[in-house]
């Protein structure tokens, strides 16, 4: 669908990714209203953009159903805010997991759900899920990330059946490692196996033209992480394997750390 003139409501839109795609739909000239949790981080990029400004706590229904009314009819959700979630499911607790749940899975669909009728109605609309290469392959310390990822993807792509024809489209856009901004960036740690990266606006662009070319999944990822991760889907014990002979003893530790405050 044409962006030029429609109302996009982007979530998690002052974090590393949401910040980029913000500013890619500005410039298609779209009319945004963006969401976070915290005013201080989340009022800047509404006055640079020119747009209206939400805040809600996804993790809290109250504040989701808030979020719903006061953002009204939108033309396109895309569904970016998320948790990194990583870590070892053992040394989580209950409420964690909830927030874990409720951000990355919960939110976007009960989001999708309470959007798309009126989209439906016009005919015309489209729903964005930012999910993940985790959502295709799993990692160690990763289940409950993997989970919500994996179950983003089973959303985003059945959900598209059922509005096929409808005049709303629904993408899933999976990034690998994202250098620069984001969730991963922000912990200061080299990317575990070696893997290339990919930027923020190479991610706002795939966001763009799985909205305008109706796109069913994107995986924005160099070529060796689209491989692997196609391969793992197919046979995951294999890569697990893989993954164990080839990891160095404590890749994975520094992003781990850094992110655990984000729990
Ligand atoms: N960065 C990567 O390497 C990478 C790779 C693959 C996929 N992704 C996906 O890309 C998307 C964006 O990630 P990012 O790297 O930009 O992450 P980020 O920099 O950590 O930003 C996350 C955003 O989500 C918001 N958020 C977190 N908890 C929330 C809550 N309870 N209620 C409302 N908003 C909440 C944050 O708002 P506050 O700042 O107010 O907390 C922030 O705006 C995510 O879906 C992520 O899974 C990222």
Redesign the pocket.
């Known amino acids: 669908m044409e962006i030029q003139g429609a109302t996009v409501l982007l ?9 980029a795609i913000a500013r890619a739909f500005k410039a298609r000239g779209a009319n945004l209203i963006i ?4 005013p201080d ?2 009022e800047p990029v509404a006055a640079e953009l020119g747009a209206e400004a939400i805040i ?5 229904r109250d504040q989701l159903e808030d979020l719903i009314t006061r953002a009204g009819k939108v033309d396109v959700l895309v ?6 979630s990583s870590g070892e499911l053992l040394e989580y607790t209950e409420e964690q997991i909830d ?1 874990a749940l ?3 899975l919960r ?1 976007p669909i009960m989001l999708s759900r309470r959007l798309a009728p009126a989209m439906v109605e016009a005919g015309r609309g489209h729903l964005v899920l ?5 959502g295709k392959a799993t990692s160690a310390a990763s289940s409950l ?1 993997n989970a919500t ?1 994996f179950g983003l993807r089973g959303f985003a792509l059945g959900f598209r059946e059922d509005l096929h024809g409808s005049g709303v489209g629904v993408s899933i856009v ?5 250098r620069d ?6 912990t200061g740690s080299p990317v575990p196996g070696g893997f290339r ?1 990919v930027s ?1 606006e190479q ?1 706002a662009k795939a966001t763009i033209e799985a909205v305008t070319k109706n796109r069913a999944e994107t995986n924005v990822a160099p070529l060796e992480m689209r491989v692997l991760s196609a391969i793992a889907g197919q046979f995951p014990a294999f890569s697990a394997r893989v993954q164990r002979r080839s990891l160095k003893e404590g890749a994975m530790d520094q992003f781990l750390e850094a992110q655990k405050s ?1 729990r």
């Open positions: 979530t998690g839109a002052n974090g590393g990714l949401g910040l969401t976070g949790r915290r981080a989340l809600a706590d996804l993790s809290d569904a970016n805010a998320a948790l990194p927030r409720d951000v990355n939110a930012i999910g993940s290469i985790s990330y990822k999976q990034p690998g490692f994202v901004a984001g969730m991963f960036a922000d990266t923020p991610v984000k």
